[in-house]
């Protein structure tokens, strides 16, 4: 059993920056690949940023290529995000989830992802 807390979020002006972490429990967690995803109001859960076990790989959303870093540090069993650049339509709960497979987070339907945090909220002023 994985368990993820995330923190980080907050209210923003657009042009700023937020740093996300999930700190996760167990002692596995550099067998996990970890992702964010985001969920704005009305909206589906969509895919932000993904990273292997090792930290060896990572993936982005189109929309947030350039101005999200995803990171993790396994001694610390955390994964971060930060975001530069923000936009009002980053305004979203993000997520962070866990999958032994990276290709569950990067491609799969999110009903497949094993594990999820409870999210935190960004909010991006305009």
């Known amino acids: 059993q994985v368990q993820l807390v995330e923190s980080g979020g907050g209210l923003v002006q657009a042009g700023g920056s937020l740093r996300l972490s999930c700190a996760a429990s167990?002692?596995?967690?550099?067998?996990?690949?970890m992702g964010w995803f985001r969920q704005a109001p009305g909206k589906e859960r969509e895919f932000v940023a993904a990273i292997s076990g090792s930290g060896g790989r990572t993936y982005y959303a189109d929309s947030v290529k350039g101005r999200f870093t995803i990171s993790r540090d396994n001694a610390k069993n955390t994964v971060y995000l930060q975001m530069n650049s923000l936009k009002p339509e980053d305004t979203a709960v993000y997520y962070c989830a866990a999958d032994k497979n990276i290709v569950v987070l990067t491609t799969t339907s999110t009903r497949l992802v094993e594990y999820w945090g409870k999210g935190t909220l960004v909010t991006v002023s305009s």
């Open positions: 167990g002692r596995t967690f550099s067998t996990y690949a």
